[in-house]
């Protein structure tokens, strides 16, 4: 008389191979759109502190008097230059400080903060810069103290 014994059988099953396969599928498509929302999400918000960062300098060097000038912020599409005086178009290039803008970014409003020397009281007295890509944007505040806020 033959005794069958039964054996373990290791590995997968079909239903279980297609279940994952079907995971990987989804995360495979969904990835790649949250990803390039990230990376503009990102862009935005990378370019907010830059400019932030960027009419703080300006505010302190004039504040502090440095050179013995006003300094002033200068932004447009591509870069944000922070020069030595009140107007970007006769301004000494040479005390330049300049940062590129991402490309996928765009800056909107006023194109020029000036900060008056030894106050740091900005002119225009108040002033809205919006950085934006697609649906992502964030609007930076100068009140008239200068305070600059996101």
Known sequence: MKVYTEQSRSGFTLIELI?????MLT???MAPAFYSRFLLQ???SNSSDQLAGSLRKAQIYSMVGKQ???WSVNFSSSTITVYKG????????SFDEKFSVNSNVSVSGITDI???R????????TSSITISSG??????NVNSQGVVSR
């Not at 009140?86 to 290039?93: E, G, I, L, P, S």
């Not at 030894?118 to 007295?125: D, E, F, Q």
């Not at 649906?135 to 930076?140: E, G, P």
């Open 114 to 116: 000036n900060f008056t």
């Open 19 to 23: 279940l994952v396969l079907a995971i």
């Open 86 to 93: 009140t107007a970007f178009a006769t301004r000494d290039a």
């Open 68 to 70: 013995n000038s006003a």
């Open 27 to 29: 995360i495979s498509v």
């Open 118 to 125: 030894l106050t740091g009281v900005p002119a225009p007295s």
């Open 135 to 140: 649906t992502n944007s964030d609007i930076i």
């Open 42 to 44: 990102n862009a935005v």
